[in-house]
């Protein structure tokens, strides 16, 4: 029995190479940013002592990384004083002891700080990943307790994206931007005061550099940001063009169309070279403008510098140690900056990840039946030996409120029946199938399996009792023999040899490379849709179920192949209640029950025989597939 969907999620997608630096283009931004950020606070709040210590080693580290300037400014001036004494002839020279231990205390901060610095990095690598795995657990227990109604209304990408990317964002943003944050606006403030304490106009001076620099990238992003979003606009143009015209490359050949494609890629091709000329100019701009800025602020702090050391109100080794502030300055300026956009980002995740598990779950089961699995043990009134009878009794269901799929179904199958549901596209067949295996729960009305109400048991036990067949089959990276076992994962090998015989593909498995053992891969296309077809059949004949389901399983496979499956199919539904849903109406003449569906209505139901006597709805359905009735 198949225990997944049958569905391969899409990838989110992928952009291409020519987008902006990084900052230029503003990312993802949360509808409420103040919301998101306290969910994650209270995430956070769990880990208090220890982002408090993450705070204060931060702190710590920034405070002796400061300090290192002014205290080498003062071997500077140890230097600058020893100099000049031996040039004036007064004075002992230059103290190299001296100017020996100020470096060796210096060594001893830069050593302690790189210490702190190492304790909180640690510290928050633990918050951070813990944090991320455990909104990877929820979100993996969320998944299953989501209604499939939800993934009628969400690509399976977007659920994987926020596994992933959004995850990651999070986790990314704790590990580094958190205590970058910390370290940025302490690392900022602590050279202001260093800076103050030199000299409070030099500082005046220096800090012109601050806002100058800002209006100069504000003016930059406005002025190219129309150019960055023309660039992505004809960059998901181009991709499409080439993605359509490459995968559909036989049937424009065939209708020589390659010139018209070819002349289509030109016009993208040029209009995406002149926006992303212009934004990558403009973008590279803002390095050459910000290291002149940053320039004449160092010149204006040089004259300055050497004026006030004329006028006595400096030392040389002052000086010195204002220009490596002034320089470390715009270090923490532009990470703030840049982390305001990463924090956006970030609250986007977040949003997006507390979303999802803020959907509503499904109901959950309270069982009053279970099913019994071992012989040895007596049936109760609530556990139970199940036969395969099952009875749909007034069932009704749509699957958006007021648009009703099924109207007043009833039928009644004993066990060991195979019952025939067919019927024109969107009759719903297959959502009896979805019914039936509680994938939804009917709106009115019940379906009973033996006499019980299907709500009455664990989702997990329920489906335990159903094989099921699909037309589009699930095979995962893996041994045929482990994607045989899959139907019972306690299965020995002897049993998965044995069932892969009833299914008649022990033929074709010991004539393929490795036999059993032959790796399937991503994609599953290393071995034919037939044979992964029969492969899916000796799972659910691996599994035993009470009670079978065939959806289209042989609509996609040659005549000579479908015979081979029909035969397989036959010794899985020998002895089970077996639903059959297929258009090949030639293939359920030997049924014991059809079930003739149109708009969601049994509209007709009986043998193979008696129904074609009727000359009504199934007739017609049948004889529409033969050019003469009487071949049929």
Not at 318 to 343: C, D, E, H, K
Not at 590 to 616: K, P, W
């Amino acid at each position: 029995m198949s225990r997944a969907d049958n569905v391969r999620p899409a990838g989110p997608r992928r952009r291409g190479p020519f987008g902006g630096p990084p900052g230029m283009m503003p990312g993802e931004k949360a509808t409420d940013f103040k919301g998101a950020m306290k969910k994650l606070a209270l995430h956070l709040s769990a880990y208090k002592f220890r982002l408090l210590a993450v705070l204060v080693f931060s702190i710590a580290s920034t405070v002796f990384l400061i300090v290192g300037p002014k205290i080498l400014g003062r071997a500077t001036d140890v230097l600058a004083e020893g100099i000049m004494s031996k040039i004036t002839g007064f004075g002992a020279g230059i103290d190299f002891k001296k100017i020996g231990q100020i470096l060796l205390s210096l060594v001893g901060l830069y050593f302690v700080s790189a210490l702190f610095s190492y304790v909180q990095g640690w510290i928050m690598t633990g918050v951070s990943m813990k944090i991320t795995y455990n909104l990877r657990n929820e979100i993996a227990r969320k998944i299953n307790r989501l209604p499939l109604s939800y993934y009628d209304k969400t690509t399976h990408g977007e659920v994987l994206s926020r596994v992933t990317n959004d995850i990651d964002t999070l986790s990314h943003t704790l590990n580094q931007s958190l205590s970058q944050i910390i370290t940025s606006t302490a690392t900022f403030v602590g050279i202001i005061v260093m800076m103050f304490s030199i000299s409070w106009l030099m500082t005046l001076i220096s800090l012109i550099i601050i806002p100058l620099s800002a209006i100069t990238v504000m003016l930059l992003v406005k002025k190219s940001q129309k150019y960055f979003a023309a660039q992505q606009e004809f960059l998901g143009h181009i991709n499409g063009h080439i993605e359509e015209t490459y995968g559909g490359h036989q049937v424009v050949k065939a209708f020589n169309g390659e010139q018209a494609a070819v002349e289509r890629f030109g016009e993208l091709n040029g209009k995406l070279y002149n926006s992303a000329w212009k934004s990558q100019f403009l973008s590279g701009l803002m390095m050459p403008i910000m290291s002149f800025i940053s320039n004449l602020g160092y010149v204006a702090v040089c004259i300055l510098g050497g004026w006030l050391v004329i006028k006595g109100r400096i030392k040389i080794g002052g000086i010195q140690a204002f220009m490596q502030y002034v320089r470390q300055l715009t270090q923490p300026v532009g990470q703030i900056a840049n982390i305001s956009n990463i924090l956006q980002s970030t609250a986007a995740a977040a949003e997006r990840v507390f979303e999802f598990l803020a959907e509503p779950e499904k109901e959950p089961d309270r069982p009053l039946v279970r099913i019994n699995t071992d012989d040895r043990v007596p049936d109760t009134d609530t556990l139970v030996h199940f036969k395969g009878s099952v009875q749909f009794a007034h069932v009704s269901f749509g699957y958006i409120p007021g648009k009703t799929v099924i109207k007043d179904f009833s039928a009644i199958i004993s066990p060991g029946q195979r019952v025939a549901i067919v019927g024109p596209t969107g009759a719903g067949k297959t959502t009896i199938v979805k019914l039936l295996m509680r994938f939804y729960d009917v709106d009115s009305g019940a379906i009973l399996i033996d006499g019980y109400n299907i709500r009455d048991f664990d989702r997990q036990e329920l489906r335990s009792l159903f094989g099921i067949v699909l037309q589009d089959t699930w095979l995962y990276n893996g041994t045929i023999k482990d994607n045989i076992r899959y139907g019972r994962l306690d299965a020995t090998d002897e049993e998965v040899v044995a069932a892969a015989k009833a299914a008649q593909a022990d033929h074709f498995i010991r004539t393929l490379p490795d036999g059993y053992e032959m790796v399937i891969n991503e994609e599953a296309d290393n071995i034919s849709e037939g044979q992964k077809q029969l492969l899916t059949i000796a799972r659910a004949i691996l599994a035993d179920p009470k009670i079978l389901i065939l959806d289209e399983a042989t609509s996609s496979v040659d005549t000579r192949t479908e015979l081979q499956i029909r035969k397989a199919m036959d010794n899985l539904m020998a002895g089970r209640t077996s639903f059959v849903i297929t258009h090949r109406l030639s293939t359920i003449r030997n049924a014991d029950l059809i079930l003739c569906m149109d708009n969601g209505d049994i509209v007709e139901q009986g043998t193979h025989n008696e129904l074609l006597a009727r000359n009504g709805f199934y007739a017609k359905l049948y004889y529409s597939q033969f050019e003469n009735p009487q071949s049929a």
